[in-house]
C-alpha cells in the first residue's frame, strides 16, 4: 500500500527564489511536498502599491485554481509583502477569501512570521528587510498587531524582487548582522524573493539567536497545515535545531534554545 505524502501547494509571486522550497524539501526528507504555482504578477517592485497589488483577489484566486491540480492538503500565499502591507487584520481576511474558495487551511508567509514566533516564545525583534523603508514600516506594523516588538529594523532599499533574488549569501550575512540587536530575542528576515534556505543553520550561528526567514517560516507553516510536527537539522531553531552554545551564551539576555 502506498502512502500519500502530505502536500502544501505554495501560491508564489513571479520569480525570484521559488527553488529554495526544493531545498527545504529535501532538509525535509521528503515528508512533505510543497509544489510551488506562480502567480501573476504586474511589476515586483519593492514598492507599498506594487507589492500591495500582488495580493489582490484576482491573482490568488487564479493561482489557487490552478493549484487544486496538486491536489493539496493546504495552500500558502508564500509573499510577505504582499500579506503584510494589509495588515494584521487584512492578512487574515486575505487569506480567509481563499480558504473559502478551495475549501482548503489556508494561510500566508506573514501569518507564518507570527506563529514562528508565537512557537518560541519571541516577542521582541530586529528585522533585515531587503525593502526600502515604506515597505519594511508595513512589516513593523503588521507584527505589532501580533504582540511583536520590532526593536531594531535595518532597511535595505532592493528595489525589485528580481534584485533580492540574485542577492548571494555575503549581502544576507551582511544584512543580518546589521540588523541584529543584543536586546532582542531573534532577526526576522522577510522577502520570499530572497534565498536563505541554504544559510540558516550558519546565520544562527553567526549571531547566536534563533533566524525567522521568509520561505523557512513558510515551510514550517506548511508542515503544521499538513498535521507534521518535524524534527530537522539544517533548518534552524524552528525546526529543533539547536544554537552552539558558545556563541548564543554570548547574547546578552538571551540564553541558549534548545527544543
Known amino acids: 500500500m502506498t502512502t500519500r505524502t502530505p502536500t502544501v501547494a505554495l501560491l508564489y ?3 525570484a527564489a521559488e527553488d529554495d522550497y526544493p531545498l527545504a ?3 525535509l526528507d521528503g515528508a512533505i511536498r510543497l509544489p510551488v504555482v506562480i502567480t501573476e504578477i504586474e511589476s515586483d517592485d519593492h514598492t507599498v502599491e506594487a507589492m500591495r497589488a500582488v495580493g489582490t483577489d484576482t491573482p490568488l484566486r487564479e493561482g489557487a485554481q490552478r493549484a487544486m491540480r496538486h491536489e493539496p ?12 502591507l494589509y495588515g494584521w487584520e487584512g492578512a487574515h481576511e486575505q487569506v480567509a477569501r481563499v480558504a473559502d474558495q478551495v475549501g482548503l487551511p489556508v494561510s500566508s508567509t506573514s501569518l507564518a512570521f507570527a506563529a514562528a514566533c508565537r512557537e518560541l516564545g519571541v516577542t521582541s525583534v530586529s528585522v533585515a528587510a531587503t525593502y526600502p523603508a515604506p515597505v519594511a514600516d508595513g512589516f513593523t506594523t503588521f507584527l505589532a498587531g501580533a504582540g511583536i516588538s520590532v526593536v531594531s529594523s535595518s532597511a535595505h532599499d532592493v528595489h525589485t524582487a528580481t534584485e533580492a533574488g540574485i542577492l548571494d549569501g555575503d549581502n544576507l550575512f551582511e544584512m543580518v548582522r546589521a540588523a541584529d540587536s543584543t536586546d532582542t530575542e531573534a532577526v526576522l528576515v522577510p522577502d520570499t524573493a ?3 534556505i541554504g544559510w540558516i543553520t550558519d546565520l544562527e550561528r553567526e549571531i547566536g539567536k534563533p533566524v525567522l526567514t521568509a520561505n523557512q517560516v513558510t515551510t514550517w507553516q506548511a508542515t503544521r497545515l499538513a498535521g507534521l510536527q518535524l524534527s530537522v537539522d539544517g533548518l534552524g531553531t524552528l525546526f529543533g535545531g539547536t544554537l552552539t552554545e558558545s556563541r548564543a551564551a554570548s547574547a546578552v539576555g538571551h540564553p541558549p534554545l534548545v527544543e
Open 25 to 27: 524539501e529535501t532538509a
Open 194 to 196: 530572497l534565498h536563505t
Open 73 to 84: 492538503d493546504a495552500l500558502i500565499w508564500a509573499c510577505t509583502s504582499g500579506s503584510f
Open 13 to 15: 509571486p513571479g520569480h
